[in-house]
């Protein structure tokens, strides 16, 4: 199975970017759909992006998809989420997940999850 560890957050400012980072370990990387989910304060976790198993395809939520980029380097066995443009309404926890199959999916049907990393946008 694959671990997962998330870096890159922090405290931003409005307008500004950020690259999430999440480093995998384990079974084979490029059997797994990867995907960033986040969760704000007092709201679900929701879906923000997802990555098929060869980076060849790429979903995003409707806030975000002018925004934000995922990507995925299986060499170096890491998915990224490259952030612009932050608003205050991003802040909170982000995660990355892996799904060992083919399909990219917006539900929280994953397999593995990461401990989430931190991202505040101030005004």
């Known amino acids: 199975q694959v671990q997962l560890v998330e870096s890159g957050g922090g405290l931003v400012q409005a307008g500004g970017s950020l690259r999430l980072s999440c480093a995998a370990s384990?079974?084979?990387?490029?059997?797994?759909?990867l995907a960033w989910f986040r969760q704000a304060p007092g709201k679900e976790r929701e879906f923000v992006a997802g990555?098929?198993?060869?980076?060849?395809?790429?979903y995003s939520t409707d806030s975000v998809k002018d925004r934000f980029t995922i990507s995925r380097d299986n060499a170096k066995r890491t998915v990224y989420l490259q952030m612009s443009s932050l608003k205050p309404e991003d802040t909170a926890v982000y995660y990355c997940a892996a799904r060992y199959g083919i399909r990219v999916v917006t539900a929280e049907t994953y397999d593995l999850w990461g401990q989430g990393t931190q991202v505040t946008v101030s005004s």
């Open positions: 990555i098929s198993r060869s980076g060849g395809s790429t």
């Open positions: 384990g079974d084979t990387f490029s059997n797994y759909v």
